[in-house]
C-alpha cells in the first residue's frame, strides 16, 4: 500500500507524466520536456564544462540519452534528479576526455551570451554561501566574473554539488542520487566548497587579489 502510494503521488508530478508518455514513445511530450529543461542543462554544463560551444553539443547527448533510456525510466524519484544524473555523468564523461587532450583549450563562457537563460551565477546566493562580505566596491559586471571564476575553478564534484545545491536547489538526498554519495558526503563535500569559495573570494574582495585558477581538492 505504501508503494503504490508513493507511486500515486510521483503521478501528480507533471514531468514524471511526461516521461511516461515519452516511454511510449510520444514525441510531443519528449519536446516538452526538452523545452522545459535545455536551458537548465545547458547552464549546468557550461558552468561545468566552461565553453559554449561544447556545452551546446553535450546539452543534446543528455537528451539523447534521456530518449535511449526511456524504456528503463522508474517513476520512483524526481525526474529532475533523473535528468542531473545523466547530465552529471555526462559532464564527467567530457572532463575526462578533456584532461586526455590537454592541448585543448576551452575558455570561458563570454559574459553576454546567457542573457535570455536561467541565470546559475547569482552572486548574493554564491556570498551568503561562502560567508564571503565585500569590504571594497566592486561593479555588477566585476562580481559576476570573479564568482564565475570562483566557482569555475572548484574540483569538478564540488562545482557540480554547488551548482545542484545553491541553483537547482536539490537537496542533499537528491544530490547524493545524481552524485553516488551519501548525504552526509554530500554535506561535507558542500562545506569544503564553501570554504575554496571563501577563501578566493576574499582574497579578491579584501585586497584585489585575483582568484586562482585551480582549487584543488574534492
Known amino acids: 500500500m505504501i508503494a503504490d502510494s508513493s507511486v500515486n503521488l510521483n503521478l501528480q508530478d507533471t514531468d514524471i507524466r511526461l516521461m511516461l508518455a515519452v516511454q511510449q514513445d510520444d514525441a510531443s511530450a519528449f519536446e516538452e520536456l526538452m523545452l522545459r529543461y535545455q536551458n ?15 556545452a551546446e553539443d ?3 547527448e543528455v537528451f539523447l540519452r534521456v530518449f535511449r533510456a526511456r524504456k528503463n525510466y522508474q517513476p520512483g524519484a524526481k525526474f529532475t534528479t533523473w535528468l542531473f544524473t545523466i547530465t552529471n555523468n ?49 561593479d555588477k559586471l566585476e562580481m559576476k566574473q570573479m564568482v564565475q571564476l570562483a ?9 557540480m554539488a554547488i551548482l545542484l545545491h545553491k541553483f537547482e536547489g536539490l537537496s542533499y538526498i ?4 545524481v552524485m553516488d554519495m551519501t548525504p552526509q558526503g554530500v554535506k561535507s563535500l ?21 582568484v586562482e585558477s585551480v582549487i584543488s581538492s574534492q
Open 90 to 138: 555526462v559532464a564527467l564523461n567530457a572532463l575526462r576526455t578533456r584532461h586526455r587532450k590537454p592541448e585543448v583549450q576551452l575558455g570561458l563562457s563570454r559574459n553576454n551570451e546567457d542573457s535570455g537563460e536561467r541565470k546559475f551565477l547569482a552572486e548574493d546566493s554564491i556570498l551568503a554561501s561562502s560567508g564571503t562580505i565585500p569590504t571594497r566596491h566592486l
Open 40 to 54: 537548465r542543462v545547458l547552464s549546468l554544463l557550461r558552468h561545468l564544462i566552461g565553453n559554449r560551444d561544447m
Open 174 to 177: 537528491d544530490i547524493a542520487n
Open 190 to 210: 558542500l562545506c569544503r566548497a564553501r570554504l575554496n569559495l571563501r577563501d578566493s573570494l576574499q582574497g579578491y574582495m579584501q585586497r584585489g587579489k585575483k
Open 151 to 159: 566557482v569555475e575553478a572548484l574540483g569538478e564534484r564540488q562545482r
Open 58 to 60: 553535450l546539452t543534446q
